[in-house]
């Protein structure tokens, strides 16, 4: 039976890794759908971003108490999860906790293992709460509705129960080795300090040793059972942040929030027109000769580039993007959140078109007016509040600005107020309808 067991676990193991990483082969398949972009600069720097936000959790905590749960949560479900080497270990081999032999630290790192699988699960209730019961305002937004709100809820849930079935192996394991139970009892002594699960024993109180073992090897083979298809679940989940936070942070903007990018064709075409000793009539070189035009700005996903599309993977769907955004706090449709939404749902399209057909074929839908409306667009005011609430170093505001271009530049399709304004300013030199001559009179005025 050992025997068997050890083959299932080892069957379950293979499958739930290979099946982990074709999703992520998947998912770097569909962030390189976008255009290039050279983020490789100014490492030291990077790297000190990444450890500040990403690890450090910095803008986290801006809002205290969320902050705070979720720093515990993070830090208890990233810790307890140490002890899967153990569980994979005496999984493959059969054993019974082989890293006991570390004595006295090993009774430190179970007993810390315990205090924080409660925490974990005292955090994970608080934020149910938050989520169902106090309504609050950012959680209740209509791209919210549905699947998203699902998904969170899934999510506190699976790991309701995989803290809890923790603590139940453990509890079980602590009175099968005070019985003195074979492969649990030790010559040692008591394996492991449990603090918490040993306020569960009254609950087992009685029962054999027979069916000891059963509660748990069901806990025990529940608990490694659910980590693998929570690893599994990420990728369809808003929970990839837990692996892309790092390099989302690191390959995220360093220049400042306000500094807007220009585009290079437009750049190198303002550079020929102020060249003295430019050649107006020169051929363009032998590699741009028949080349298709370069597209102003974004009117799908193919259009941005591999760290947008990161952003929208890395999106945690918090809210304090929106929850900032003054456009938002005034009734207008623009919701930062779901411009990183509209925009991975937009690459899962395409990327589900690619899974069953091998290659993208058109089906008549685009990011822009499918997904993302002009509306949404325009009513941004490119403040960059939402740049800076966001916890993991997400620009939507870069989205916006690029479809707007597109609009702009592609479709010529600018709000009236703003191609009036534009009008002006090359006319004039100014926003205003007035004579350059003219600027000045109301300094002559009484």
């Not at 990483?21 to 998912?27: A, F, Q, T, V």
Request: with cysteine.
């Amino acid at each position: 039976m050992q025997i068997i067991a050890q083959v299932l676990f080892l069957v379950a193991l293979v499958a739930g890794i290979g099946f982990f990483i074709r999703n992520i082969r998947r998912l770097v398949r569909n962030i390189k759908l976008g255009r290039e972009v050279d983020r490789t600069d100014n490492n030291g720097e990077r790297f000190a971003k990444m450890a500040r936000i990403a690890f450090g959790q910095s803008k986290m905590v801006k809002k205290p108490v969320s902050g705070f749960l979720h720093v515990i949560v993070y830090v208890g479900f990233v810790i307890i999860n140490i002890e899967v080497l153990e569980i994979i270990i005496d999984g493959l081999f059969g054993t019974h906790r082989i890293l006991s032999f570390m004595g006295g630290f090993y009774d430190v790192l179970i007993a810390s293992f315990e205090v924080l699988a409660l925490l974990v699960l005292i955090g994970v209730i608080v934020f149910w709460i938050r989520r169902n019961v106090l309504n609050i305002y950012r959680f209740l937004s209509r791209e919210l509705k549905g699947w998203p709100k699902n998904d969170a809820n899934y999510i506190l849930y699976f790991e309701m129960v995989l803290m809890i079935l923790f603590l139940v192996m453990n509890a079980t394991d602590y009175q099968l080795q005070l019985n003195g139970a074979p492969h649990y009892a030790s010559e040692a002594g008591i394996t492991g300090a449990f603090p918490i699960s040993q306020f569960l024993l009254p609950i087992f109180d009685g029962m054999s040793n027979a069916t000891l073992i059963i509660i748990e090897r069901a806990a025990w083979w529940l608990h490694i059972l659910g980590i693998l298809f929570f690893l599994n679940y990420l990728y369809y989940s808003k929970h990839l942040h837990i692996l892309l936070a790092f390099p989302n942070v690191y390959f995220s903007k360093l220049r400042p929030q306000g500094e807007m990018n220009n585009l290079q064709s437009v750049t190198d075409e303002v550079k020929l027109m102020m060249d003295p000793d430019a050649d107006p009539f020169a051929a363009p070189p032998e590699e741009e000769e028949g080349a298709e035009p370069e597209k102003f700005g974004a009117s799908d996903v193919f259009d941005l580039n591999q760290v947008q599309l990161l952003n929208s993977y890395t999106c945690t769907e918090c809210g304090r993007c929106t929850a900032e955004c003054p456009a938002n706090q005034t009734g207008k449709k623009l919701s930062p959140r779901k411009i990183m939404m509209d925009t991975r749902d937009r690459v899962e399209e395409v990327g589900e078109i690619i899974n069953k057909k091998g290659k993208y074929e058109d089906n008549g839908k685009q990011l822009l007016d499918d997904f993302i409306l002009r509306e949404e667009l325009w009513a941004c005011t490119t403040c960059n509040a939402c740049v800076e609430a966001c916890p993991v170093g997400i620009d939507p505001l870069s989205i916006i600005l690029d479809m707007r271009r597109y609009l702009v530049m592609e479709e010529s399709a600018a709000p009236n107020e703003l191609a009036i304004a534009m009008t002006n300013i090359e006319n004039n030199g100014a926003p205003w309808p007035y004579n350059q001559q003219d600027r000045l009179n109301w300094a002559k005025e009484n």
